[in-house]
């Protein structure tokens, strides 16, 4: 198949929606299928044989790392030229909308896959949009797809209430290979907590919605050592407010596994994740999850089997949750035991098959004359 995505996000920014057009790239040239990825912002005009055309874009108030698309008036002539068999939008907004209504001048069905609550963000950020306006924006781009992905059942439902149709559940894929247990590294954990404390830590972007001011109780507990891993707009702030906690920085592959394997507990706060890839490395990792119960996580943690759950904000909770396992060393041990199994058959490879059967189906369905007329 030819595949044209439209990512709202793409190198050199590295976020949940980047990691996913770059897995789903992997996967269809894998597997022999031609792709090509239209994304803003300046950047690598390919990636691992796959073409990147970059449009224009400015920063987001506030989140200057982090740039949105502009008009970009060489849409439809980009998509004629490559003549794809169906256009992927990734987590569309701006750009994404663009290209949805290019595809439809030029009866090229979408696959939109669902994947950030913009409509938060939104409001954290204070972008003077209010949520229901970003919610009718996201509602005209994802009734104009064939078919919506979304990553989580809670991420399904919400879809469904703001009368978004024709939405299915495609989770995310975690490589298994790269993220496990054996990964663990004694000397790291050495240099982490020298006095032998329950290493806590965080991995992905230190940003307001994330709500890691909650994190502040963590570090206080005695016996344990916090750790943060990642970089994002309000580290500086936060290197304040957590200052008993190590901030590493952003870490990626053999180093990012090892410091995952490394955790006694991975911790995440943010209640706003559609689905939540650092939790699904964590349990790759064998290392049980503390997590609000919240949006795509009550996917991936089962409570008391391969990690804790807590109300969602509460201070409280996750610090109860954090002395559980830091006082139940063998609740700890049983809960690390479930968590690789309970991810095991989500690799890449499941995940980018099941993603080609969906881009076949609407492909298939645009060319039968009957839901042709009936559209």
Same mark, same amino acid.
């Given at each position: 198949m030819r595949v044209a995505i439209i990512s709202e996000s793409f190198l050199p920014q590295v976020n949940g929606v980047t990691n996913s057009v770059l897995r789903v790239c992997e996967q269809l040239t894998r597997h022999g299928h031609e792709a090509?990825?239209?994304?803003?912002?300046?950047?690598?005009?390919?990636?691992?044989?796959v073409p990147v055309v970059r449009t224009p874009s400015c920063p987001v108030p506030g989140y200057r790392d982090f740039r949105v698309a502009l008009p970009f008036p060489a849409m439809t002539a980009t998509l004629h030229?490559?003549?794809?068999?169906?256009?992927?939008?990734?987590?569309?907004?701006?750009?994404?909308?663009?290209g949805a209504t290019a595809a439809a001048e030029l009866g090229i069905p979408c696959v939109a896959v669902y994947q950030t609550d913009l409509a938060a963000y939104a409001g954290r950020y204070r972008l003077g949009l209010a949520e229901a306006m970003v919610w009718r924006r996201l509602v005209r781009v994802h009734t104009a797809a064939a078919r919506t992905?979304?990553?989580s059942r809670a991420a399904v439902r919400q879809l469904q209430a703001h009368g978004i149709d024709r939405v299915v559940r495609w989770g995310r894929g975690v490589d298994v290979e790269r993220f496990r247990p054996d990964r663990r590294d004694e000397s790291l954990r050495a240099a982490w907590?020298?006095?032998?404390?329950?290493?806590?830590?965080?991995?992905?972007? /230190?940003?307001?919605?994330?709500?890691?001011? @909650?994190? =502040?109780? $963590?570090?206080?507990l005695p016996g344990v050592r916090l750790v943060m891993v990642g970089d994002?707009?309000?580290?500086?702030? /936060?290197?304040?407010?957590?200052d008993r906690a @190590?901030? =590493?920085? $952003?870490?990626t592959g053999d180093r990012l596994a090892g410091a995952f394997a490394s955790l006694d507990v991975f911790v995440h706060t943010g209640p706003h994740e559609t689905f939540c890839q650092a939790a699904q490395e964590a349990l790759a990792s064998g290392v049980p999850v503390v997590a609000p119960a919240a949006g795509g996580l009550l996917d991936l943690v089962q409570h008391e089997e391969n990690g804790l759950l807590f109300a969602p904000g509460s201070a409280e909770e996750l610090v109860a949750c954090v002395r559980t396992l830091q006082h139940q060393p063998a609740l700890r041990r049983r809960m690390g035991e479930g968590t690789?199994?309970?991810?095991?058959?989500?690799?890449?490879e499941a995940v980018g098959q099941?993603?080609?059967?969906?881009?076949?189906?609407v492909v298939a369905e645009a060319r039968t004359p009957h839901r042709r007329a009936a559209a």
């Open positions: 090509l990825v239209i994304a803003p912002g300046p950047g690598p005009a390919e990636w691992s044989g030229e490559f003549d794809p068999d169906v256009v992927h939008l990734a987590s569309p907004a701006v750009l994404g909308a663009q992905l979304a990553p907590a020298p006095g032998g404390q329950l290493v806590v830590g965080y991995v992905g972007r /230190l940003a307001h919605e994330k709500d890691l001011g @909650l994190l =502040t109780a $963590v570090q206080e994002g707009p309000q580290r500086r702030q /936060l290197e304040r407010q957590l @190590l901030f =590493t920085g $952003v870490l690789r199994r309970s991810v095991e058959g989500r690799t890449w099941e993603l080609v059967r969906h881009y076949r189906d």
